[in-house]
């Protein structure tokens, strides 16, 4: 049998007493004795090559990262390469965020590397606003008194995930306005595609020799409105975000939930009825005032073509494991379109504006460096 250099203790700190009601002391006290201490990393790396477990070590404390591992921003593959190892280099070299030192909050501590004690320092910033998340978020966003558009940032720049359980965020707890601030992904195509085709035949019908070129500057210029929209409009931060709690809320279900709660299914694409009004009662006003009909179709086509490919690109890129794409080549290039997006979400939330392709970025500077 080998020797993994692993130490149970059979009790916890006195420190730890003192600050604990009876009972629950009593609870930990049990827990603390299940506790492992392992000498070092290779003891480490030995015990998860034994058990198969996945663990890692941050900061003196052991945690089963398995529940996590799914979940992480990178996709699985790159919280697994470290698995069996002291994380605290690369975490830091990679730039996590104050964000990323909270999701260990939700893992399961297995133990402790040497004698650490397992508390690392606080960061608690002193800008906070913590939410019950048992609770309808509009409703505590109305009524607290610590909301102000500092805290407000410094809330939805944190991004959050929950794991360990999962669970969906609550927006109200009235259950008809619950379900109408939630759109399912596929949603989405079964609604515009229809409205793709009826464009297209429009199109079509008034001059079939200019669809498939106007349907195409159409897309282009989508992407140019979807750099435009995601920069000066969901992240307009400092261009009309104003310290108003009505103005606070519209922003944070406008784009702010996004950010605040990047892993949010329901709250990714955009919704169905807005998504409608804003084509009939601006889109196509605007484009059949500035251009003749034969013109403004296929390109509203074009349009309509390119936003549902953003949806569900967007949608792909929070939601899918890149690893089951097929070919080497293809799941290089969404690998680094996934990479490219998570980084604007994790790392500079004022870059990276362009989610279905960089081209509007490169031309107006807003890269994310690698």
Known sequence: MQNYNIQFPSEASAETFDELEPQQASNDTKQQSKLIIFDNEESLSQYHKKTNLSLIAFKGTVYDAQSYIQHHPGGPAYLQRYV???????????????????????????????????????????????????????????????????????????????????????????????????????????????????????????????????????ILIWTFFEYLIHRFIFHGETIWVRNFKAILIFHFLLHGIHHAFPQDRFRLVFPVVPGLILLNFVFIPMFTALFPYRFAYPLLAGGALGYLCYDMIHYFLHHTRVEQVKGSLVKRYWSQVKQYHMRHHYKDDEKGFGVSQRLWDVIFRTVLSS
């Open 84 to 218: 069996g190892r002291v994380i605290d280099t690369p975490f830091q070299e990679l730039g996590h965020s104050n964000s990323a030192r909270k999701m260990f909050r939700q893992l399961d501590v297995v133990g402790y590397l040497g004698q650490h004690s397992g508390k690392e320092e606080s960061r608690e910033g002193v800008n906070e606003w913590i939410p019950d998340y048992s609770k309808g978020l509009i409703w505590q966003m109305a009524k607290s008194k610590e909301l102000n558009k500092d805290t407000y940032m410094n809330f939805i720049k944190e991004a959050k995930v929950f794991f360990n359980p999962v669970k969906d965020v609550i927006l109200s707890e009235n259950s008809i306005l619950e379900a109408l601030t939630k759109t399912s992904w596929f949603v989405i195509p079964l609604v515009w595609i229809p409205v793709i085709m009826i464009l297209s035949y429009y199109s079509i019908t008034l001059d079939a020799k200019l669809y498939v070129p106007f349907l195409l500057l159409g």
